[in-house]
T-cell receptor, first 112, second 116 residues
């Protein structure tokens, strides 16, 4: 059962455009993490959000945790080719802080 | 910091053969995780250890899979006998702390396994 739905599945844009990707669930999570994975490598942690409504910024990336802690979004401003990769979200259930539930990811291609 | 080190990076083996994947976690990290990644199913947790003790192996597909962590600096994932459907990228990840909100996972570069 896939508990975290990520959309869109694929996204191809031109350098300089803005974009938003989404991570949605019917379940409540105690925290949610975003990772970026490049081809041939493992995922790399970008951010962890914990509080409902929380907004975190990482340079041109803005992450938001939904008020009900069931969803999250990642907004990239003025995308660069270096932003290309697979963006994964992973949520931690309230009852078990070690196991994460993973989405299938959004594959982003930023063309120069 | 060398990060999480996995070996081999690529493994091609024939159906029925034994395969052993290796992982060296980051020094000082007390939790270790084995994941499998495929296009269809994404990242699937196979097993995780805390302080070298297996905590949850409910994700291990079947008895052909086994994992060990004899000490804090080494873990293995073994598949015996291997089958074509085991073909995937296998990741090892480590983390400091017991709570997910303590620190994020650090992943290795993975082992791409192909069983023919």
């Amino acid at each position: 059962t896939q508990l975290l739905e990520q959309s869109p599945q694929f996204l191809s844009i031109q350098e300089g455009e803005n974009l938003t990707v989404y991570c949605n669930s019917s379940s409540v999570f105690s925290s949610l993490q975003w990772y970026r994975q490049e081809p041939g490598e493992g995922p790399v942690l970008l951010v962890t959000v914990v509080t409902g409504g929380e907004v975190k910024k990482l340079k041109r990336l803005t992450f938001q945790f939904g008020d009900a802690r069931k969803d999250s979004s990642l907004h990239i401003t003025a995308a660069q080719p270096g932003d290309t990769g697979l963006y994964l979200c992973a949520g931690a259930g309230a009852g078990n802080n070690r196991k994460l539930i993973w989405g299938l990811g959004t594959s982003l291609a930023v063309n120069p | 910091d060398a990060g999480v080190i996995q070996s081999p990076r690529h493994e091609v083996t024939e159906m029925g053969q034994e395969v052993t994947l290796r992982c060296k976690p980051i020094s000082g990290h007390n939790s270790l995780f084995w994941y499998r990644q495929t296009m269809m199913r994404g990242l699937e947790l196979l097993i995780y250890f805390n302080n070298n003790v297996p905590i949850d192996d409910s994700g291990m597909p079947e008895d052909r899979f086994s994992a060990k962590m004899p000490n804090a600096s080494f873990s293995t994932l073994k598949i015996q006998p291997s089958e074509p459907r085991d073909s995937a990228v296998y990741f090892c990840a480590s983390r400091l702390g017991a709570k997910t909100t303590d620190y994020g996972y650090t992943f290795g570069s993975g082992t791409r396994l192909t069983v023919v």
